[in-house]
């Protein structure tokens, strides 16, 4: 539901207005933007959105005069000297009342955060705590959870009732996982999962796998370049009788057990990435070498023929 002003999109928050829009409400009664004051020179202008100023220069000059008021340390701002409108205008606004923010007051003697929290739950301090659940040390294995496509359990959209029932990981390897992956983050299917420190020579442990698995290592390189699997290697290799498609030699003797890793290669068309048949070692590269140009290689054809017949 969006707010009920007609060039406003933004969402529903109150009444049938906006945020912008309901606080506007609020101060004025009506749906009109209420007139305000320039901060700096005092000038009545429309209320526009974030729009405090009358123009940019006026808005240079009270970020330059008092953008620095709530830092510690800062200077006083220098009063304007003249009416006594004037002064309380360029007066330097107070810092929130709240113990421990620095800063500026907008109503009630409070900052923007604490005011808001205090009309959306009647106390300036917020009851869902969004302050210690940001500073927890478990916040992102939470916050992390609603990513997922499964999603968490009802009772787990409750910050602290996940602290309370996952308690404490072992040590800093331990991360947040799953019994069933496809069921959604609950009491019964979350542990805590000691997490797998990655090898010094990865290269190493990968030549030690595919030593051992080399019937699963030949199969993965298929579907990763051609799209194809072992099954379908076996059938094309079977056709073909364990020979070249173009020269007729034979090949490596395919073990399917075992598994080999000079055997044919798949020869396919890289413009239309499709296999077209297994060839040897040489003709595979030779048709590379040719571009794949049936052109170049008549031409190579006749070529050969031509000083093949002028050769005593």
Not at 145 to 151: C, D, I, N, V
Not at 183 to 205: C, L
Request: proline share 3%.
């Amino acid at each position: 539901m969006s707010c009920k002003i007609k060039e406003c999109r933004e969402q529903h928050y109150a009444k049938g207005y906006c945020r912008y829009h309901y606080k506007w409400f609020v101060e004025a009664g009506h749906e009109d933007a209420p007139n305000t004051n320039c901060l700096m020179c005092g000038r009545q202008i429309k209320r526009r959105r974030g729009s405090k100023y009358c123009s940019a220069t006026c808005q240079m000059k009270w970020h330059r005069r008092y953008g620095c008021y709530a830092k510690e340390g800062a200077r006083a701002p220098i009063q304007k000297q003249g009416t006594e409108r004037e002064a309380f205008r360029h007066k330097a606004p107070t810092a929130c009342s709240m113990d421990g923010c620095n800063q500026p007051s907008i109503a009630l003697g409070l900052c923007e955060a604490h005011y808001r929290t205090n009309l959306r739950h009647g106390v300036t301090v917020s009851p869902l705590g969004h302050g210690q659940r940001r500073k927890h040390h478990l916040y992102n294995s939470w916050r992390w959870q609603a990513r997922t496509a499964e999603g968490r359990v009802e009772a787990w959209e409750d910050f602290w009732q996940f602290v309370s029932d996952v308690g404490e990981p072992k040590s800093v390897d331990h991360g947040a996982a799953r019994h069933r992956v496809s069921d959604p983050w609950g009491p019964s299917n979350f542990y805590w999962k000691e997490i797998g420190k990655r090898t010094e020579d990865v290269n190493e442990s990968a030549r030690n796998w595919r030593a051992k698995n080399q019937m699963a290592a030949k199969g993965h390189g298929l579907r990763h370049s051609y799209g194809i699997n072992l099954q379908d290697y076996i059938a094309m290799y079977e056709t073909q009788n364990g020979k070249c498609a173009i020269c007729g030699i034979d090949g490596a003797t395919f073990d399917s057990v075992n598994g080999k890793t000079k055997t044919l290669a798949v020869d396919h068309c890289h413009k239309a990435r499709k296999v077209r048949a297994l060839l040897c070692t040489d003709c595979n590269r030779g048709l590379g070498m040719f571009k794949d140009s049936p052109e170049i290689m008549s031409n190579a054809v006749k070529y050969l023929k031509k000083y093949q017949e002028s050769t005593p």
